[in-house]
């Protein structure tokens, strides 16, 4: 049996660490996913889940992905686990596009979607890929690739054979009403 997979219901259960690459989507435009999702039970729910029982080759689920824990929900058409020494080291998600949203510490909503997100647990990098999109009250971020270094906060978008980026910074709401 799969250590990471509840064969009664056919959810799998994924390590919380996971729940970081959600909470780096956000950063970008300086907002912060909601810290309490972190405690929360991770759910997935797939049409497929395919896997060796130890470390030599990923687990893949597909046919319609659903990732919820607290606030965080997440749509992919595949997602792709790689394991190193028991712990979660990559986490590659796939669709047309991956779709995220989850609710920040503020309360406030933030959107998410990208053909690829690509989280690489070793490095602390979040890369989304093809169609990458950031949207929250404070503003949006938008291009062919956006790359988040969750250890040093540097964010990178555009470049060469990225695109251009386009990003929309909204006015802070002032308590006065200006």
Do not use: W
């Amino acid at each position: 049996m799969n250590p990471g997979v509840d064969n009664r219901k056919g959810r799998a259960r994924v390590l919380p660490r996971f729940a970081l690459l959600l909470a780096a989507l956000l950063l970008p435009l300086a907002a912060h996913a909601r810290k309490t999702d972190r405690d929360q039970p991770m759910d997935i729910d797939a049409g497929r889940q395919e896997g060796a029982l130890d470390e030599r080759a990923p687990t893949v689920l597909s046919q319609g992905v659903v990732i919820t824990q607290g606030t965080l929900h997440i749509q992919s058409d595949r997602a792709e686990i790689h394991l190193r020494d028991g712990d979660i080291s990559r986490t590659i998600l796939t669709g047309r596009p991956v779709q995220l949203r989850q609710e920040m510490d503020d309360g406030q909503p933030m959107n998410a979607r990208a053909q690829t997100v690509d989280y690489d647990l070793s490095t602390d990098i979040v890369t989304l890929t093809g169609d990458a999109y950031i949207e929250q009250p404070r503003g949006t971020m938008a291009g062919q690739r956006i790359v988040y270094n969750m250890a040093t906060g540097h964010v990178e978008s555009g470049g060469q054979n990225a695109g251009r980026v386009q990003m929309r910074i909204n006015p802070r709401n002032r308590p006065d009403g200006g």
